[in-house]
Antibody
Framework: EVQLSESGGGLVQPGGSLRLSCAAS????????MSWVRQAPGKGLEWVSSISDSGRSTWYADSVKGRFTISRDNSKSTLYLQMNSLRVEDTAVYYCVWGHGAHWGQGTPVTVSS | DVVLTQSPLSLPVTLGQPASISCRSS???????????LNWFQQRPGQSPRRLIY???DRESGVPDRFSGSESGTDFTLKINRVEAEDFGVYYCMQNTHWPWTFGQGTKVEIK
């Protein structure tokens, strides 16, 4: 059974940093693209970033480019999202997503507020 | 960027009746590999999204066959044959043919 478990969310002040993690199991992690998608309170879904199976290619939404960094450790079956220079508008639940959307984690909430 | 426009944004339905959601793309979603990567997701309140349909019309394992997807050019449709109580929630279309991946605004399916 595919399982994705996010962690690392929390409350942070504007300008601060957080590192999200997503522990994966139930599939061959190193063979798939992985992504982060977020959902602001009461809003729709927004794709944030994706990383290729090897980690050599990454893609970012314009809204986070230059501030967020996606990475992965295939030996640990874990996906990461380093978030720097956080803004109030980054407040959302962040979901870890397998492949082209086949499975989603339960999400980890990030609140950026002073 | 590809813009996906869903309609309606709110869809009141009666149990047992059919429902249909449209997703219009601002450009072709045919990938260079020949596939069309248009997905449909269901999100129930307080839950993570769940993929129902991928590549326009392929149903995920375990998804009831009352859900179906179709396309006509750059217009995509999700149909629910006979709405059941568990079908209420918000539905999103999403494309991952082109970077950046994009979502429609969401359609809230609610009880009439």
């Amino acid at each position: 059974e595919v399982q994705l478990s996010e962690s690392g969310g929390g409350l942070v002040q504007p300008g601060g940093s957080l590192r999200l993690s997503c522990a994966a199991s139930g599939f061959t992690f190193s063979a798939y693209v992985m992504s982060w998608v977020r959902q602001a309170p009461g809003k729709g879904l927004e794709w944030v970033s994706s990383i290729s199976d090897s980690g050599r290619s990454t893609w970012y939404a314009d809204s986070v480019k230059g501030r967020f960094t996606i990475s992965r450790d295939n030996s640990k079956s874990t996906l990461y999202l380093q978030m720097n220079s956080l803004r109030v508008e980054d407040t959302a639940v962040y979901y870890c997503v397998w492949g082209h959307g086949a499975h989603w984690g339960q999400g980890t909430p990030v609140t950026v507020s002073s | 960027d590809v813009v996906l426009t869903q309609s309606p944004l709110s869809l009141p339905v009666t149990l047992g009746q059919p429902a249909s959601i449209s997703c219009r793309s601002s450009q072709s979603l045919v990938h260079s590999d020949g596939s069309t990567y248009l997905n449909w997701f269901q999100q129930r309140p307080g839950q993570s999204p769940r993929r129902l349909i991928y590549k326009v019309s392929d149903r995920e394992s375990g998804v009831p066959d009352r859900f179906s997807g179709s396309e006509s050019g750059t217009d995509f449709t999700l149909k629910i044959n006979r709405v059941e109580a568990e079908d209420f929630g918000v539905y999103y279309c999403m494309q991952n043919t082109h970077w950046p991946w994009t979502f429609g605004q969401g359609t809230k399916v609610e009880i009439k």
